[in-house]
């Protein structure tokens, strides 16, 4: 008769002792931890990567904003006498007021005064675009903001500044005194706070 291939010789045992078994346990725990870790640090830099992306986006929409504003700003003046002119135009460090044309659509059309006010609250800046209808004569701080809107936020520090050109020479000042004039460039300085 044959024996069956089942069938353990005498002396040899079949199967896994205790110690195999707890080995093979513990590396299949070791494999698990380091493919949880693996996805929670792919987790995270997602989450980075979208914050950045987010961050990018809100700069590059406000950015745009702004430069849209200033390539349209109206040079409109005040005064009877070319000489005596002066341009409705108002520039410090943490302001920017000008008048622009506003196109028909998505808004009124017509001549609004423009307003840019720099704002810190709590460690973030905030660029905070405003406006109201064009008065000719009114003083350009005194008017009425409307439509408050905020267009840069985070944790920057803000600041304008306006460049003017003088005897050849040309310069940035933080506050436009040159009202028989109009600024040759105006920048918007950001400096990120956390770096």
Do not use: C
């Not at 675009?129 to 809107?149: D, L, N, T």
């Not at 003088?166 to 956390?194: I, M, N, Q």
């Amino acid at each position: 008769m044959s024996k069956p291939d089942n069938i353990v010789p005498a002396g040899r045992q079949s199967g896994m002792t205790l110690v195999e078994i707890v080995v093979a346990l513990v590396v299949i725990g070791l494999a698990f931890a380091v493919a949880a870790g693996a996805l929670r640090v792919l987790a995270r830099s997602g989450g980075i990567g979208t914050e950045l992306i987010g961050r990018h986006d809100m700069f590059s929409r406000g950015i745009d904003a702004v430069r849209r504003d200033i390539e349209r700003l109206e040079r409109i003046a005040l005064g009877k006498q070319i000489d005596d002119a002066q341009f409705e135009f108002s520039g410090t460090e943490q302001t920017l007021a000008f008048v622009v044309v506003e196109p028909p659509f998505p808004t009124h059309a017509g001549l609004f005064l423009v307003r840019y006010a720099i704002i810190e609250r709590g460690g973030r800046g905030l660029v905070v675009r405003s406006r109201s209808p064009y008065v000719a004569g009114s003083p350009i701080p005194a008017s009425r903001a409307e439509e408050a809107v905020t267009v840069l936020d985070g944790l920057y520090r803000f600041g304008f500044a306006s460049l003017e050109r003088r005897e050849g020479r040309a310069r940035w000042v933080a506050r436009w005194t040159a009202r028989a004039s109009l600024p040759v460039l105006v920048k918007l300085d950001v400096v990120d706070v956390e770096s």
